[in-house]
């Protein structure tokens, strides 16, 4: 009579642990096809999972320790490889959110070891005509710059590959997709354009062509929540242009002086960070200034002006916030400019009747 093979625990439990992680990740999180309780069965089944192969956590079950080796994400993306493909990612409405939730899990260093396996599928599903799966994908992307080195990125052109696609989406107006896109560049183009300012490079580079493109829409959007988005991240690629953002002053300074004209509601959201480019435009192209101190000036005391008497329902806090910024967007001003803004509120202190006018000129001229 012959003896059958025996199969030790251990190797079942391998066996299964992809399955089962696939499984509970399909069901573990607030789908359509989820309720509170299937929710709450497949944590539960996912814990036991993880004390069975003697881990601490779902992010030590899939990535493994140097101890006990490699853990299940191999495999679990190798059976899950045949659903993420352009044909048949779709199929299954639970696939992008099951690898999503895998991805999400699994950072630096363990990451990198699956790079060729999931940057496809993430670039697949930002290239869908639905926004909902545009986002999803762009995360995945910065989720994979963020924890990959640059190194790997760099490799095969595969970070270009992903600027291309990325860079396609600021066509979108979608003010939840640009906001997603445009936090992903900012994580993206250092990787790219490593010190593009103290290399003393001449030509524009990447940062250029996106800051472009931005200047360009905000000139021509009227939407209050585009407007907002881009308004927010002006000031961060304001400052990393640096120096190099004089190339693009003329038009920056249009886009700051129009947008400090236009009411945004009583948060004001989009001229508080419009105001925050302001000082990081005077600090960084500093030299500049001078010839445009005139323009800037009157600008930044009709702002005030109408702050102080603005009888729209902005909290006061919030006018007070702007009041500071613009304040302090003189003050930058009055320090490049050879203290040139103090002498000329000269006149305006002995005309303006305006306590509020008064005050903010004031902390102008005790700035030493």
């Known amino acids: 009579m012959s003896h059958l093979p025996t199969i030790s625990p251990d190797c079942v439990l391998r066996a299964i642990l992809p399955h089962l992680v696939i499984f509970c990740a399909t069901h573990c999180q607030e789908k359509a096809w989820t309720s509170a309780a299937s929710r709450l069965a497949a944590d539960e089944l996912l814990a036991a999972g993880v004390q069975a192969a003697g881990c601490k956590s779902v992010t030590e079950l899939l990535c493994g320790t140097e101890e006990k080796g490699r853990g299940v994400l191999g495999a679990v993306l190798h059976l899950m490889k045949p659903q993420m493909n352009k044909n048949t990612w779709k199929l299954n409405p639970a696939t992008k959110h099951v690898f999503r939730w895998l991805l999400q899990r699994v950072r630096r260093p363990w990451l990198a070891e699956h790079l060729d396996v999931v940057l496809p599928p993430s670039l697949l599903f930002s290239d869908d005509y639905r926004t909902e799966n545009k986002i999803l994908g762009v995360r995945c992307l910065q989720h994979i710059i963020d924890n990959v080195p640059a190194a790997e990125l760099l490799q095969y052109n595969r970070a270009q590959v992903v600027y291309h696609a990325l860079y396609n989406h600021l066509y979108t107006p979608e003010p939840s997709l640009i906001q997603t896109v445009l936090s992903c560049l900012l994580d993206l183009l250092p990787l790219l ?56 002053l003329k038009r920056l300074q249009r886009v700051i002086l129009g947008y400090l004209e236009v009411y945004d509601g009583p948060e004001e959201a989009a001229r508080l960070c419009v105001l925050q480019a302001f000082q990081s435009m005077i600090q960084q192209a500093w030299p500049r200034m001078s010839m445009r101190l005139e323009v800037l000036l009157k600008s930044l005391l009709k702002f005030i002006y109408d702050m102080a008497t603005d009888q729209s329902p902005t909290p006061p806090r919030v006018k007070e916030e702007l009041l500071q910024d613009a304040t302090h967007c003189l003050i930058l001003l009055n320090r490049c400019c050879e203290r040139k803004v103090t002498v000329l509120l000269e006149g305006v202190r002995q005309s303006c009747e305006n306590a509020t006018v008064l005050d903010c000129l004031q902390r102008v001229q005790q700035d030493v």
């Open 193 to 248: 354009e490593k010190s593009h300012v103290t290399r003393g490079q001449q030509r524009a580079n990447r940062y250029d062509k996106v800051f472009c493109l931005i200047l360009t829409h905000m000139e021509v959007e009227d939407k209050i929540p585009l407007r907002r988005v881009y308004a927010k991240h002006l000031p961060i690629f304001t400052e990393r242009l640096g120096i190099l953002v004089v190339r693009h």
